[in-house]
């Protein structure tokens, strides 16, 4: 009958509202502990998304600029085809129409070395994408483990205030040093 504030408390409730009230130092110190452990394991997270998403924009360029390469030199070998025509129809022909080929030809050549230009340019564009991309994922899997050491950190904080053992707070620190040098590590692109 909540209605005549009428409550029955159980012995879960009770234990929990003395444990608030109760000034258990070792329990605030490491929910304290705890609350900035997932702050610093979100901070790294974020981290890991982003670079992870950089990773695929990089790679998704350089297959861009691969099939940008692809296509110029699928047009150098229709040039190459259409010059080795024109220099059939030199053997073939005399004179004026002969001179008409013989300037194709030069023309073709002309047009293959600009289209062979543009092809290598893409080239090399996609492998600095590629380079790019391999970086940012090495990035990312910094992060991802900076992140599963302070989920790993949070855990044991967990197990810390279950089995109340001082040697498992320090277990926990350590692990999330560990996580705070990997993360260290990856800011410095290491």
Not at 16 to 31: K, T
Not at 137 to 164: D, G, P
């Amino acid at each position: 009958m909540s209605g005549d504030h009428f409550h029955v408390h159980g012995p879960h409730d009770h234990a929990v509202e003395h444990a608030s009230h109760g000034g258990d130092n070792f329990a605030s110190r490491i929910a304290a502990m705890t609350a900035i452990l997932a702050t610093l394991g979100a901070l790294f997270s974020y981290e890991g998304g982003a670079t992870q998403n950089d990773a695929l924009m990089h790679k998704n360029e350089a297959a861009i600029k691969k099939t940008e390469a692809s296509d110029q030199w699928g047009h150098y070998q229709s040039k190459s085809a259409k010059q080795n025509l024109a220099e059939l129809a030199v053997s073939l022909t005399r004179d004026e129409i002969q001179a008409r080929y013989r300037a194709e030809i030069e023309r073709y050549k002309t047009e293959k070395e600009d289209i062979r230009g543009r092809a290598e340019k893409l080239e090399a564009e996609a492998s600095e994408a590629e380079q790019r991309s391999e970086h940012a994922m090495h990035e990312h899997h910094r992060w991802a483990q900076a992140m599963t050491a302070m989920q790993v950190a949070i855990s044991l904080a967990a197990i810390t205030l279950l089995t109340r053992r001082k040697w498992m707070q320090w277990t926990s620190l350590g692990v999330a040093g560990a996580g705070c040098a990997i993360a260290i590590a990856a800011l410095l692109h290491v």
